[in-house]
């Protein structure tokens, strides 16, 4: 699929409008895992709208969002940044062999009071 | 009042006190939880994406099995409560989504989000009233400073969760003072606390929690309460002297029908 291609998809499939974005940077102040990411959810937004979506694809920084949804509820122009971002990871995730997490990496991860919820939610995110 | 009761599975393993005492506190406050037959897990989080479809069967099959019974749907745990509310609502604005969800489960009636659901919080504020949980409760939480602790999951979306005002709610501290605790105000009460990068990223969850519990210790709490396990499990991890208590505990607490530790 070439890149105009799949930003269409990227689009039709976060239901996110990355046009509307103004760069102000409030989603990036918002976000906790701001010092975590090489690409903030600023600069996430600007990228998907040039569609500059290879080097999104490759970054580690789908993996250190949260899903928090502070950087949409902040937002003052309704874009809604970790919808893209989401939409980004599943293309990754979901190409063959590409899975983040599996389930071979679990038991290493595992300490004796961690929730269920935790493994459920990393392998919603990570995996397909 | 009967409603359905959907526990999610960490409520049966690592957050058994969080169940057990949601049914007893709604027991004495007049609500039946009827646990939802042969429920399954709700995956954790909910997948934005538009054509993620099995991963959102879960939620239906409950949100369904709550319309057949002509009952509001109950949850207690924050992520549980994410994932069916959002579900539910992409039913209802998302009809592309809702036709594939009903053609897949053939449903005889369609079902396109009829089922109200509601966090147990606004069970208690809405259905119960916390009028009548003042009159119940003992003086147990007296003198107690408690930070209401809300993550995420329970305020955003807001447009879709639509329990609080999102930047500043106060259904839990409301709660607090009917239960006779004092509630702090505190700046961080709505900041996540890193969630599942616990997984694989520890380094990363433990500085967004230990931001929020010096947050809260700063301004005089000696308890933290939350409805969710995960922000327990990564707050717990930080908290110090600090107590962090799931928010039914509490509330047996107060109600005087928490059973001592052995
Ligand atoms: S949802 Fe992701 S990108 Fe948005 S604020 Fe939270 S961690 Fe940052």
Same mark, same amino acid.
């Given at each position: 699929m070439n890149t105009t291609d799949l930003k269409q998809e990227i689009l039709r499939r976060s239901g996110g409008d990355p046009r509307r974005g103004?760069?102000?940077?409030?989603?990036?102040?918002?976000?906790?895992?701001?010092?975590?990411?090489?690409?903030?959810?600023?600069?996430?937004?600007?990228?998907?709208?040039d569609g500059n979506l290879l080097p999104l694809l490759q970054s580690d920084s789908l993996y250190k969002c949260l899903s928090c949804m502070a950087c949409a509820e902040r937002c003052p122009r309704g874009v809604e940044p970790f919808r893209l971002i989401e939409a980004v990871r599943l293309c990754a995730v979901r190409e063959q062999g590409q899975n983040h997490l599996t389930p071979n990496d679990i038991p290493a991860l595992l300490d004796p009071d961690l929730p269920q919820q935790a493994i459920v939610s990393a392998f919603r995110k990570f995996t397909k | 009042m009967k409603v359905t009761y959907f526990p999610g599975c960490t409520l049966k393993t690592k957050a058994t006190e969080l169940d057990l005492y949601a049914r007893r506190c709604a027991e004495a406050l007049g609500v039946t939880l009827e646990e939802a037959e042969d429920w399954q897990c709700c995956g954790g989080v909910f997948t934005a994406s538009r054509d993620e479809i099995a991963t959102k069967l879960s939620?239906?099959?409950?949100?369904?099995?709550? &319309?057949?019974?002509?009952?509001?749907?109950?949850?207690?745990?924050?992520?549980?409560?994410?994932?069916?509310?959002?579900?539910?609502?992409?039913?209802?604005?998302?009809?592309? &989504?809702?036709?594939?969800?009903?053609?897949?489960?053939?449903?005889?009636?369609?079902y396109v989000g009829q089922t109200r659901v509601l966090h147990y919080l606004e069970l208690l504020r809405d259905e119960i009233g916390f009028d009548a949980i003042r009159d119940k409760v003992t003086d147990a939480l007296k003198g107690r400073r408690i930070a209401a602790y809300? !993550?995420?999951?329970?305020?955003?979306?807001? !447009?879709?969760?639509?329990?609080?005002?999102?930047?500043?709610?106060? =259904?839990m501290e409301d709660?607090?003072?009917?239960?006779?605790?004092?509630p702090v105000l505190w700046a961080q009460r709505n900041e996540c606390c890193g969630g599942y990068i616990a997984m694989e990223d520890r380094a990363l969850a433990l500085s967004e929690s230990e931001a929020i519990l010096k947050n809260a210790a700063a301004a005089g709490a000696d308890t933290v309460v939350t409805a969710c396990p995960l922000c327990r499990y990564n707050l717990q991890k930080v908290a110090g002297n600090v107590k962090v208590v799931y928010l039914t505990e509490l509330l047996a607490e107060a109600? !005087? =029908?928490?059973?001592?530790?052995q």
């Open positions: 103004m760069a102000c940077g409030k989603c990036s102040a918002a976000c906790p895992s701001y010092d975590a990411m090489e690409f903030h959810p600023h600069q996430f937004v600007r990228m998907v709208n | 939620s239906v099959r409950v949100l369904q099995t709550a &319309f057949e019974k002509d009952q509001p749907l109950v949850t207690v745990c924050s992520a549980c409560h994410n994932v069916v509310k959002q579900t539910n609502h992409a039913l209802q604005t998302d009809s592309a &989504f809702a036709e594939a969800v009903n053609r897949y489960m053939q449903n005889p009636v369609p809300y !993550g995420c999951l329970l305020l955003r979306p807001s !447009g879709v969760m639509r329990m609080d005002d999102p930047e500043n709610p106060r =259904i709660l607090l003072t009917a239960m006779g605790a004092t109600l !005087g =029908i928490k059973e001592e530790p």
